[in-house]
């Protein structure tokens, strides 16, 4: 089954005595673009990631964010009683010796220089390696797991106008055998007239005409190989397996598909025909907006 290149997954990691949130976000892209935004702690564990990732995806622009707590919730304050004691007692022999007043406010102590301590207890890179991939991991099976949901959906699309480029395929080549039939009539028609005219025809001529004519509005090799490329993005859609993307391929089978509609566009000389070729590139051109944006 194919997926498609938009997903989002999340997940929760706690460790070392705080809470991380890992999102990953993938949008289309006609490569695989990992974009990492991690703690700057955690920074040695980008290529391990970005290996985690690119074992699960092979199309499509990744956002990976790890939002770590901040300082302030893995910080400890520390309080130097001792420096804290000597302040006061510095402040009431000042008062002493001065005659003024001596207490301080417990705000103005813990205000003064070394009292108070804030203690920031640093990542551990190595202890939260496997938490963090494991966390990774979760998130991305999420993604894949929306990308898959949404590419059942773009696969039922797909084949729907698949079905109607096949009909129009086979209604081009009816009508295009009805106009050279059409064509050739007309043809010997010119011919009986100019006989019935001038007393002169030349058959070999004639048959000429007619041969080049026929050959000029002859479809029949285009419409087999636009049926023949519709069978084969059905065959790759059929053969869509997790780790093979199949998206390239589509977007260059599509190629191949309007490059014989425009040349049957360019040999039809019949109004209804040239509805249909429309009809053809309109349908193509849906196809390929969805193709975009599988994997």
């Known amino acids: 089954m194919i997926r498609s290149m938009t997903g989002f997954g999340r997940a929760q990691l706690d460790a070392e005595g705080a809470s991380f ?11 695989l673009d990992l974009a990492l935004r991690l703690p700057r702690a955690l920074a040695g564990l980008e290529v391990e990631l970005r290996r985690v990732l690119g074992l699960r995806f092979v199309r499509g622009k990744i956002d990976l964010v790890v939002a770590a707590p901040s300082a302030g919730a893995r910080a400890d304050l520390e309080l130097d009683r001792a420096l804290a ?7 009431r022999t000042l008062a002493a010796e001065r005659g003024v007043g001596a207490e301080l406010r417990a705000s103005e102590l813990l205000a003064l220089p070394g009292v108070a301590r804030v203690l920031e207890h640093p ?41 109607t480029v096949s009909a129009l395929a086979a209604e081009v080549s009816a009508r295009s055998g009805e106009v050279a039939a059409a064509a050739r009539e007309r043809l010997r028609k010119r011919a009986e007239l100019l006989r ?11 048959a000429q005409e007619i041969v080049n004519a026929a050959d000029r509005m002859d479809v029949t090799e285009e419409v087999v190989r636009l049926s023949s490329h519709v069978a084969q993005f059905e ?23 309007s490059r014989e509609v425009n040349t049957i566009g360019a040999k ?28």
């Open 85 to 91: 004691d000597r302040y006061v007692e510095f402040a």
């Open 123 to 163: 990542l551990d890179e190595a202890a939260l390696r496997p938490a963090l991939v494991a966390a990774v991991e979760r998130a991305a099976e999420a993604t894949d797991a929306m990308r898959l949901a949404e590419g059942a959906a773009l696969e039922r699309e797909l084949r729907g106008r698949l079905a």
């Open 235 to 257: 065959a790759a859609l059929d053969a869509a397996a997790a780790g093979a993307g199949v998206g390239r391929r589509l977007e260059f089978l599509l190629q191949e598909m």
């Open 196 to 206: 019935a005219e001038t007393g002169l025809a030349d058959e070999a001529r004639l």
């Open 21 to 31: 949130s890992v999102e990953l976000r993938s949008v289309n892209h006609r490569h």
């Open 268 to 295: 039809s000389g019949d109004a209804p025909l040239a509805h249909r070729v429309v009809d053809l590139k309109t349908e193509l051109e849906r196809i390929r907006e969805q193709a975009l944006n599988v994997e």
